[in-house]
């Protein structure tokens, strides 16, 4: 049988009591040791590679977000004022 981690953490849930009295139960994780080796590699493979992070994705989406509500509302602005144009036309 092949070797084994055992990674161990508190799954706690805000809105729901699961398993002790502060409502958070301990969960085990057991990976074997192959896969344990292969994820360190995908990390270090990674962690070179210099690419696009989490953080960075965080920051794009943030300013995606900012930019399509600003051209969101141009947009409606600029129907508006379209409209009252239209009347007055």
Same mark, same amino acid.
């Given at each position: 049988?092949?070797?084994?981690?055992?990674?161990?953490?508190?799954?706690?849930?805000?809105?729901?009591?699961?398993?002790?009295? =502060?409502?958070?139960? =301990?969960?085990?994780?057991?990976?074997?040791?192959?896969?344990?080796?292969?994820?360190?590699?995908?990390?270090?493979?990674?962690?070179?590679?210099?690419?696009?992070?989490?953080? =960075?994705?965080?920051?794009?989406?943030?300013?995606?977000?900012?930019?399509?509500?600003?051209?969101?509302?141009?947009?409606?602005?600029?129907?508006?004022?379209?409209?009252?144009?239209?009347?007055?036309?």
């Amino acid at each position: 049988m092949s070797k084994e981690l055992e990674i161990t953490t508190k799954f706690c849930h805000p809105y729901m009591n699961f398993g002790g009295e =502060d409502g958070c139960s =301990d969960v085990v994780l057991k990976v074997p040791q192959k896969e344990v080796i292969k994820l360190q590699s995908v990390a270090n493979s990674s962690s070179e590679n210099k690419g696009f992070s989490a953080s =960075d994705f965080i920051h794009h989406a943030d300013s995606f977000s900012f930019s399509f509500g600003l051209v969101l509302i141009f947009y409606l602005i600029a129907k508006s004022v379209g409209a009252v144009l239209t009347i007055f036309k």
